[in-house]
Every structure is written in structure tokens, then in C-alpha cells.
């Protein structure tokens, strides 16, 4: 066994064979996300508007809608007998500032970013409460930390989603159980681009030269790289995180300035 065989050996997070279902996994955060998943050697479980190209199981679901979340979660519980870890996620809810935004907006991002949350995490409690093991990631934002006007519907959203992450938690701790959320700050994702063009149109320049800019905001003066976001996800989601729950971790470069 070579030095990098000991390595290896030595990280093993424990979830070889697991099931793990990941939202919107076609790109992006949710795509690395699968692809670490993948390497720990869990079975894999996708999901996107448009059917995904990976996994042991890629389908065609709109987690906006909750009939479209059973059907995905009965085809994966068939085909793998279980599900052990679920990993939700979405694409971002409209950006704009609070007077701007209309009721169906809201109502879209309270589908799109917190009702898929809770069905997804509805349907696979129970099961894991009977095997007494389970792991429920959510990626969300750092803005659920430290809002921004832009992203009125996220920032409020997302803090909503840091609450159930703590009160769901403590009620599901007893039963193997932990939830967990991950807070990324700014990753090179279609999202972050759309956003690039907003915020440049707002300040007269280019998206190019506001991406530049927002760098200087990132204490390690670079974008987060997707699967950095994935590596944490999959550390939460192994034997090694057992006494890790209800916590939402900062995965930013050191952008949130708070402190708690």
C-alpha cells in the first residue's frame, strides 16, 4: 500500500453503499455534490427539470411541485430499497428589491427554495427513522446570514430554512438523524453569473468587470470552486459528522463578517 493508499484509507467517510438522493443535481453545486456522493461510493439519486445525465438514477422532477417530489422519491425507495441521505437544493428565487416583488413571486419562492425543503424532508423521515440512521443537507446561502437587497425572497427564505435546519434536528437527533445546511457564498454558477448581470446593469458597468469587483469582498480573493462546496456537503453527510446537526456551515472563503 502506497503513502496515498494510507491517505485514502485514513479518509474513508463510512457511506460506501448509502442512498443518497441529491436535488437538482444536472450542474453546478448539485451536480458536485452528486459526483463527491459518487466517490464515497454511495448510490446515486438525481434530479433536474430536464432529466440528468448521472447517477445509478437521474429524473425529469420540478421540485417545485410536491407530486413530482413523491413520484422521484417512490422510484428511488423502489429501486434501492431505501433512502439514506438527501441533499436539497434548488436554483435561486426571484431577485429584487422588496417593492418590486409581486405576491406570485413570493409565493414561487416559497415554493421553489422552503416547500421542496420540507416535502422532501417529510418523505424520507420516517424510513430513516426506522433504520435509525439518516443525513438531510440543505445547500442554501450565506445571505440566510447576511441579507442583501437584491435577493429579498433568498435572505429571507434562507434564514427561515436555517430555523427548521435547528428545530428539525433536535426533534430527529434521538433517531440517528442529522440536518444540516450548508451556507456557500460566491461560486461561478449560472446563478452567480445572472446575478453578475444584474448588479452590473445597476452600476453601469460591465458583468465582467462586476464579477472582478465582488472578489475583493472574498477575504481568500478567489470564487468558490463547486466541488469545495461538495467535500463539506460529503463530510456532513458521513459516519465521521454523527455528532454534527442542526448547525449551518459557512462555506464563503470568509465573506460573512459576522460572527455568530
Known amino acids: 500500500m502506497t503513502h496515498r493508499d494510507d491517505i485514502v484509507a485514513a479518509m474513508d467517510l463510512g457511506i460506501k453503499g448509502r442512498v443518497a438522493m441529491i436535488a437538482a443535481a444536472s450542474k453546478g453545486l448539485g451536480r458536485a455534490t452528486a459526483e463527491a456522493l459518487a466517490r464515497e461510493g454511495c ?3 438525481v434530479c433536474s427539470r430536464s432529466k440528468p445525465s448521472f447517477g445509478d438514477l437521474a429524473v425529469a422532477c420540478d421540485v417545485t411541485n410536491a407530486d413530482d417530489l413523491r413520484r422521484w422519491y417512490d422510484a428511488t425507495a423502489e429501486k434501492f430499497g431505501q ?10 428565487p426571484p431577485a429584487a428589491n422588496f417593492m418590486t416583488l409581486t405576491e406570485e413571486q413570493w409565493r414561487l419562492g416559497i415554493d421553489s427554495t422552503l416547500m421542496n425543503v420540507i416535502r422532501l424532508c417529510r418523505l424520507a423521515i420516517p424510513g430513516m427513522q426506522q433504520r435509525q440512521w ?12 447576511q ?12 434564514a427561515g430554512i436555517s430555523a427548521l435546519t435547528k428545530t428539525l434536528g433536535d426533534q430527529v437527533a434521538r433517531d440517528g438523524i442529522t440536518v444540516n445546511a450548508v451556507l456557500p ?10 446575478l453578475s448581470e444584474i448588479r452590473a446593469k445597476e452600476q453601469n ?9 465582488a472578489v475583493s469582498a472574498i477575504p481568500v480573493g478567489r ?10 456537503i460529503a463530510f456532513l453527510c458521513s459516519e465521521r459528522a454523527a455528532f454534527i446537526t442542526g448547525s449551518s456551515v459557512l462555506v464563503d472563503g470568509g465573506q460573512y463578517r459576522g460572527t455568530f
Open 147 to 158: 441579507p442583501t437587497e437584491l435577493l429579498t425572497v433568498s435572505s429571507t427564505l434562507r
Open 223 to 232: 470564487y468558490g470552486k463547486p466541488e469545495e462546496l461538495a467535500d463539506a
Open 134 to 145: 439518516g443525513r438531510i443537507v440543505h445547500i442554501t446561502s450565506f445571505v440566510s446570514k
Open 83 to 92: 433512502v439514506d441521505i438527501v441533499v436539497t437544493n434548488t436554483g435561486g
Open 43 to 45: 448510490v446515486i439519486s
Open 205 to 213: 458597468i460591465t458583468p465582467e468587470e462586476y464579477l472582478a469587483k
Open 185 to 194: 457564498g460566491h461560486f461561478l454558477t449560472d446563478r452567480q453569473k445572472q
